[in-house]
């Protein structure tokens, strides 16, 4: 099997290299279209060829047989040894629903029409015309996602599997014991405080986020051991009683500006409790050159959100404007970090 690797790559000349780069939606459309047929779940029971496999999913044989094929430089999907036809790599059984560390709905988000053509509008932000997702569509990405419950669902998806990863990692790296009663505010689905209090039996959550979103997390906890242990509450009621407010990628989809009138409504729920602690899971951008997903996440945060990823010293000076004190940074699950702050 032959793939693109990083001494592949310096070895062709530079122009050939940028185009690799320029060119990237050649390598990530092909598995976004293996997602969206579904292809991984056809093939969960044993390698298919290319016929059998196209009349599985719905597909013409040749158009799928030559995305397979791309698919398989990039070390994605396989030829069988026993010819039996197609198999999927362990990198793209992630490409099933269901599996730890599913990637399909975060592939699904990423190669949304809706997504794809925010970044077709990214010059507009650079000329200073607003986030591209707001030029692309007319409405803020949050507010689209109302009005779009299969990309809403994806979106609520796409970080779900992630956020089971990194809450197992996060109640390792920090102590959260210290913690009787969390708030995650804009938790989703409650993937990360379910595995917080899964890790802490003596602690207690509150998960709060827009109704919509608390619709479904409610019924996720329907039948969960954890359910008499979470309690629900809109955005804009903060609960009063947490020891930590914890907020995981929620800042980094915001100006400073906004980050600084959110953090207020916490800083009053905080106000005479000096035990109390925000906590931030969010990536620190390394300030120099270095490989950083984080700077790629901030693209796509400034396209679909106007927000921003920040380096150590920007999280120290927007948690000082907001009234707090930053108290620790330890890095858990690359590229997150906990960040944890007082009020000052």
């Known amino acids: 099997m032959t793939q693109l690797t990083e001494s592949s790559q310096a070895q062709l000349p530079p122009h050939v290299r940028l185009m690799t780069i320029v060119a990237g939606k050649w390598m990530a459309q092909p598995i976004v279209i293996l997602a ?3 292809v991984a779940e056809a093939l969960a029971d044993g390698p298919l060829d290319t016929p059998a496999l196209a009349a599985r999913v719905g597909a013409e044989a040749d158009a799928l047989g030559r995305i397979l094929r791309a698919a398989a430089c990039l070390g ?3 030829r069988d040894p026993g010819g039996a036809g197609w198999r999927m790599t362990v990198v793209g059984e992630k490409l099933r629903a269901g599996v730890p560390n599913s990637l399909r709905d975060f592939t699904l988000f990423m190669g ?3 997504t794809m053509s925010s970044f077709a509008a990214l010059t507009g932000t650079m000329r200073g015309e607003g986030p591209a997702f707001d030029l692309a569509h007319g409405r803020p ?3 689209h996602l ?3 419950p299969e990309l809403a669902r994806r979106y609520q998806g796409a970080w779900g599997p992630l956020t089971a990863e990194l809450a197992e990692e996060a109640a390792r790296d920090y102590d959260f014991a210290r913690f009787r009663v969390l708030a995650d505010i804009g938790g989703g689905n409650g ?3 379910s595995g917080l209090l899964t890790a802490l039996p003596g602690a207690r959550g509150v998960l709060v986020d827009r109704p919509d979103v608390l619709e479904t997390a409610r019924a996720r906890f329907a039948d969960d051991p954890l359910a008499d242990r979470v309690d629900f509450s809109p955005i804009g009621e903060l609960p009063t009683d947490a020891d930590a407010y914890v907020l995981k990628n929620v800042l980094h989809c915001f100006t400073d500006d906004a980050c600084v009138d959110l953090l207020a409504d916490v800083a009053a ?4 409790r000096p035990h109390t602690r925000l906590i931030l899971v969010e990536a620190v951008i390394a300030e120099d050159d270095r490989f950083d997903w984080a700077k790629f996440i901030d693209i796509e945060v400034m396209a679909n959100n106007g927000g921003r990823e920040r380096t150590a010293a920007e999280w120290r000076a927007l948690l000082t404007r907001a009234g707090f004190s930053l108290t620790s940074i330890t ?3 690359p590229p997150q970090s906990i960040i944890e702050a007082r009020l000052a």
Not at 269 to 272: D, E, I, N, V
């Open 146 to 148: 109302a009005h779009a």
């Open 112 to 114: 949304d029409p809706a």
């Open 191 to 193: 993937e990360l405080l």
């Open 141 to 143: 990405l949050f507010e």
């Open 36 to 38: 969206e047929l579904d």
């Open 269 to 272: 729920a905080m106000k005479g």
């Open 331 to 333: 890095p858990t699950t």
């Open 76 to 78: 994605v999907v396989a």
